[in-house]
Antibody, heavy 122, light 107 residues
Framework: EVQLVESGGGLVEPGGSLRLSCAAS????????MNWVRQAPGKGLEWISS????????FYADSVKGRFTISRDNAKNSLFLQMNSLRAEDTAVYFC???????????????WGQGALVTVSS | DIQMTQSPSTLAASVGDTVTITCRAS??????LAWYQQKPGKAPNLLIY???TLQSGVPSRFSGSESGTEFTLTITSLQPDDFATYYC?????????FGQGTSVEIK
């Protein structure tokens, strides 16, 4: 069974840093592109970053570019999101999601984690 | 970035109704469009990809169609489990974008 489990969320002060992890099981991560999507409280979905299977292609939304870094460790079947210079508007549930087509870097997101809540507040 | 304009934002319907949600792309995205269902406190669930292909395990009462840059999600014979929020998403570009969401509520 395919599973994605996020961890690392929590409360952080403005300007602080946090690192989210997404542990994959039930499939081999190195064949799949992955994404991070966030959802602010009561709001819609916002794509924030993607990484191709080999890490060759990496993209960021303008809202996080220069502050967030996506990475992956295929040997450990894990995806990461390093978040620096956090702002109140980064408060959201962060989901990792898999692209539905193996070896493609664009596609619908067929599996999602349960989400990790990040709260940026003093 | 490609903008996705979804309507309506809220829709009130009864069990057994047929409902339609529309999403318009700001430019051509070919058929690279997905629809998701999300329930409170849960992750989104993929319903349809490539505009009209039903994801495995999704009931056949869900269907998708397209006409140019306008895409439609139709739910036929609405069931109690279908009351949720629905999002469209384009994945034509390296910067995927979602519509604003449509909340399907009980009338």
């Amino acid at each position: 069974e395919v599973q994605l489990v996020e961890s690392g969320g929590g409360l952080v002060e403005p300007g602080g840093s946090l690192r989210l992890s997404c542990a994959a099981s039930g499939f081999t991560l190195n064949n799949w592109s992955m994404n991070w999507v966030r959802q602010a409280p009561g709001k819609g979905l916002e794509w924030i970053s993607s990484i191709s299977s080999s890490s060759k292609y990496i993209f960021y939304a303008d809202s996080v570019k220069g502050r967030f870094t996506i990475s992956r460790d295929n040997a450990k079947n894990s995806l990461f999101l390093q978040m620096n210079s956090l702002r109140a508007e980064d408060t959201a549930v962060y989901f990792c999601a898999r692209v539905s087509v193996a070896a493609a870097y664009l596609g619908a997101f067929d599996y999602w984690g349960q989400g990790a809540l990040v709260t940026v507040s003093s | 970035d490609i903008q996705m304009t979804q309507s309506p934002s809220t829709l009130a319907a009864s069990v057994g109704d047929t409902v339609t949600i529309t999403c318009r792309a700001s430019q051509s995205i070919s058929s690279w469009l997905a629809w998701y269902q999300q329930k409170p406190g849960k992750a989104p669930n993929l319903l349809i990809y490539k505009a009209s292909t039903l994801q495995s395990g999704v009931p056949s009462r869900f269907s998708g169609s397209e006409s140019g840059t306008e895409f439609t999600l139709t739910i036929t014979s609405l069931q109690p489990d279908d009351f949720a929020t629905y999002y469209c998403q384009q994945y034509s570009s390296s910067f995927p974008t979602f519509g604003q969401g449509t909340s399907v509520e009980i009338k």
